[in-house]
């Protein structure tokens, strides 16, 4: 009998979890309980509290997960050493996935799989990333790398690691409510191919490697950079209309930062950084990247609506003018993806080692059967 096949695993649930729930149909997003709107005014280490020990903290709780966190910045010199001998036009998105898998050269113990050591490794690697994203981004501008202030919070250390100077209160909070965002997102591609890759119970490096390498795809992480790209290529908001159009004929064309394997309907996080994005336009006085995200929304919408078709606005289209207003280079937006789901990765990798099953699929295989081996001399 002829197998039923799921391309992509598409609708596939391949275990249980009790991180994060998306409802598609209603465009929902909970992590741990909470609707993602509820956590937009919390920080981003209480979320990552929420998720890895699931409840939110109380205050002396946080302050005593950022006491735990604080010293856990610093990187290896070898690592930060590696970062500056890279050549200074390596993707972000390549030094970092270089950077995570060099870390474990220095880690005491990289390879134990027992939830104290993994929590460990996770604590270690919630703020290795941005400060891995940090000192690259400086290294590459010939910039020395900045010392982490142990005051500053996860947000506002990567921002002042970033530029060298103390961030403002505004951008620190656009920044918490970006990685609140970006967090957790279930079984997305990268969180199962941390888990997959974790179920051999191999190392959490060697999976989180994998995740990030997944996250860079176009189709998943690397979508907010090709928003961007997009956005600089249309030029104005009159032009966006007609790329639209075209991308639209195009049978393979899609819109970076539109549609979504499980919503069917406007991905909750797009909404409100839609709100974001607008506030940062009317704050900079320059709305241009805002209009013409909202003129592309538009269009998409009309489109897709003449087409009967669900494909709305995801994480990554408002996300893109949101960090293009923060002064960030389009090719660290997916390095600031991978800054917030660390923490939703890490998160996933507590239950997979925790409860483990190996990850391994069937294929279907279509090809010949019952060949006869002829030796090499006779095949002429
Ligand atoms: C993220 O999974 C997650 O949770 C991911 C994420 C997270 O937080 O981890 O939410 C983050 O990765 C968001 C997605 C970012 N990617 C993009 O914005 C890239 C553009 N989007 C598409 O490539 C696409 O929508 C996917 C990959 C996101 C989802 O695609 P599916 O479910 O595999 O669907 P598909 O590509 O097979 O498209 C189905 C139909 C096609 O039309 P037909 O061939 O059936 O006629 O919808 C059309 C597609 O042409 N379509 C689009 C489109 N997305 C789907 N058409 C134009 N533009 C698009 N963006």
Redesign the pocket.
């Known amino acids: 009998m002829e197998p039923t096949i799921h391309r992509?695993l598409?609708g596939v649930y391949f275990d249980t979890s009790h991180i994060c729930h998306?409802d598609g149909e209603r465009g929902e997003l909970i992590y741990r309980g909470y609707d993602i709107s509820e956590l937009t005014d919390a920080s981003y280490e209480e979320v990552v509290h929420l998720l890895w020990r699931g409840e939110l903290p109380t205050r002396d709780e946080l302050s005593a997960f950022r006491q735990e966190l604080a010293p856990l910045f610093a990187l290896p010199d070898g690592v930060i050493e590696a970062l500056r001998n890279l050549p200074k036009d390596t993707d972000p998105m390549h030094a970092l996935r270089s950077a995570v898998s060099l870390l474990a050269a220095y880690d005491e113990d990289p390879d134990g799989v027992d939830d104290t050591n993994v929590r460990r490794i996770g604590a270690s690697l919630l703020v290795r990333f941005p400060a891995l994203v940090a000192t690259f981004e400086r290294l590459r501008r010939d910039l020395p790398p900045v010392t982490p202030d142990p005051e500053l919070t996860i947000a506002g250390n990567f921002l002042y690691m970033l530029s060298g100077e103390a961030p403002s209160e505004a951008a620190t909070r656009v920044m918490d409510v970006a990685l609140v965002l970006?967090a957790e997102?279930?079984s997305?591609?990268?969180?199962f191919v941390a888990r997959s890759t974790a179920s051999s119970l191999t190392d959490t490096y060697s999976a989180i490697t994998a995740a990030v390498g997944s996250l860079k795809g176009?189709?998943?992480?690397g979508?907010n950079a090709?928003?961007m790209k997009a956005l600089e290529a249309i030029g104005s908001v009159e032009a966006v209309e007609q790329y639209v159009l075209d991308?639209?004929a195009d049978?393979k064309?899609?819109?970076?930062?539109?549609?979504?394997?499980?919503y069917r309907v406007l991905?909750p996080?797009a909404a409100i950084l839609r709100g974001v994005s607008e506030r940062l336009a009317e704050e900079s006085g320059d709305s241009t990247w805002f209009e013409m995200s909202l003129e592309m929304e538009r269009v998409m919408d009309r489109e897709m609506e003449k087409k009967g078709?669900q494909?709305k606005a995801?994480?990554?289209?408002f996300s893109a003018s949101v960090y293009r207003m923060l002064g960030f280079p389009s090719d660290q937006y997916t390095p600031i993806f991978a800054v917030a789901?660390i923490s939703g990765w890490m998160a996933h990798l507590y239950e997979q080692y925790a409860d483990n099953s190996l990850t391994r699929p069937r294929i279907h295989y279509l090809g010949e059967t019952g060949k006869r081996f002829v030796p090499i001399d006779e095949r002429g």
Not at 188 to 191: F, G, I, K, V
Not at 218 to 221: A, E, I, S, V, Y
């Open positions: 992509g598409a998306i970006h997102h279930g997305n591609a990268s969180t176009p189709l998943h992480g979508a090709a928003v991308t639209l049978p064309g899609r819109v970076m930062g539109f549609g979504h394997r499980v991905d996080r078709r494909i995801n994480v990554d289209f789901r």
